[in-house]
């Protein structure tokens, strides 16, 4: 370590070692969680709903949207969010688990059913009525709750792959979910413009436009107009990261020569002598290098590097104060008693690990899909479990599926249970399917 490091570096050093930590985002969103709940079942709950039904005002001359602090949060913040899982699953088809069809048929039939079968055991305790709305509530996997715990088990590189190829067809559907049964009555005139910069976008994108700052203004005027319209901005954001370029402007072999043609001037110039200032011609061929960096990554990678940090540590623990502070009043049993409680906890809890399991052995004894050799199907049911942990995006279509506030902290609330009983459960699965593998 250098004898002079700056003394900020050194102040720093302990909160950067927790950042980069792969249970970093985990701990601060449920630290958040608990925080709102504490808040929320305190004598400061007032200064807790007033807070959240702040108005704010974004505007430009005539025009401008106001809405409240919790909307701001789910409807705007949350689709940076979205953003983000859209460019997961583009890289994730083009060159992550779900780009080689026979390796991607286990977790998507694993995934298929994680979707159906907490759907269906909702239905059963909701078959009609206003609480028919919430049946996507139990389909959602939070990737970072669910990844989180998994590592703290020693499980295979596979187990690990099947889990994030499954949270990820999971997204996919519970964002076709939201499109398409969670969308208000459409205002076609505003989708017709949010349709029209989408194919801008894809211009951009084929014209070889690969500055970030052009995407986000189109990608601004998209969300405004899918606000508009009806359809939820979550769309939007998803479909504004399929246009985003996933091509490096300069291929490996030439990323290569060029710079070691740089830094063949570098060292014949002179190298950097200590922390010294830069002379011009050094100063000259490090930018060089810089932008030769800038051409050899993707703008989709790139960006999806950039927002993670973001998502992670600013957006979604904000997203869990807002969203995870349920009034626990009066009586539990009622509550879990509750049918749209009972739904989502059932749902998540029996629902997401018998269908992960059902479907997937199903897969391979019909032969559509192979189990990886270093797993097996009591790992598959672990995984399941923490699969039911819908947490982010269970909380998120509640607050879409019941606009009555009554009802959305009911199905929270079943979501916090079945969450917390799905983690518990699956990590005592775990903990006995992986004791072979602990030294």
């Avoid at 909160?15 to 449920?30: D, N, P």
């Avoid at 049918?339 to 019909?366: D, H, N, R, T």
Wanted: a negative charge; proline letters at 5%.
């Amino acid at each position: 370590m250098p004898t002079d490091q700056a003394l900020i570096d050194r102040l720093l050093r302990p909160l950067k070692t927790f950042l980069m930590h792969k249970l970093a985002g985990a701990c601060l969103l449920l630290a958040m969680a608990i925080v709102a709940l504490i808040w929320a079942n305190s004598a400061f709950y007032p200064y807790y709903y007033d807070w959240l039904h702040i108005k704010a005002t974004l505007a430009l001359g005539e025009y401008g949207l106001s809405k409240t602090i919790g909307h701001w949060i789910n409807d705007g913040l949350m689709g940076i969010f979205f953003f983000v899982v859209g460019l997961e699953i583009k890289r994730e088809f083009l060159a992550g688990e779900l780009a080689n069809p026979r390796q991607a048929a286990f977790p998507i039939f694993a995934a298929i059913g994680g979707m159906v079968m907490p759907a269906l055991i909702y239905l059963l305790f909701n078959p009609s009525g206003e609480a028919f709305r919430g049946w996507g509530i139990p389909m959602a996997t939070d990737i970072a709750f669910a990844l989180g715990i998994l590592a703290l088990f020693p499980v295979s590189v596979s187990l690990k792959v099947f889990l994030t190829a499954l949270a990820i067809v999971d997204d996919i559907g519970a964002i076709i979910v939201v499109a398409i049964f969670y969308t208000d009555a459409i205002a076609l005139q505003s989708l017709v413009i949010g349709g029209l910069f989408l194919l801008f976008s894809i211009g951009s994108n084929i014209a070889g436009v690969r500055n970030p700052v052009v995407y986000f203004l189109i990608g601004f005027v998209v969300w405004v107009a899918f606000l508009k319209s009806g359809v939820h901005a979550t769309l939007a954001a998803v479909l504004m990261a399929f246009t985003i370029p996933s091509r490096t402007h300069i291929d490996g072999q030439e990323f290569c020569e060029q710079t070691e043609e740089l830094l063949h001037r570098l060292r014949k110039t002179g190298l950097p002598q200590g922390r010294l200032l830069l002379s011009s011609e050094q100063h000259t061929i490090v930018h060089s290098m810089e932008q030769m960096s800038e051409q050899a990554i993707a703008p989709l990678q790139e960006l999806e590097h950039a927002l993670m940090p973001v998502v992670t540590f600013v957006i979604l623990p904000l997203f869990a104060l807002a969203n995870a502070g349920v009034v626990f009043a009066g009586d539990m049993s009622a509550l879990i008693a509750n049918p749209i409680a009972s739904g989502i906890i059932f749902g998540l809890a029996v629902g997401k690990p018998l269908g992960i399991w059902l479907f997937s052995y199903l897969a391979v004894k019909i032969g559509a899909a192979e189990l990886p050799q270093d797993l097996n199907f009591s790992q598959v049911v672990g995984v399941g479990l923490l699969a039911g942990i819908g947490f982010t995006m269970a909380l998120f279509i509640s607050t879409l599926a019941f606009p009555d506030e009554s009802l959305a902290e009911v199905a929270k609330a079943g979501v916090l249970l079945g969450s917390l009983t799905s983690a518990l459960i699956g990590c005592s699965v775990l903990y006995f399917s992986t004791r072979s593998s602990r030294p």
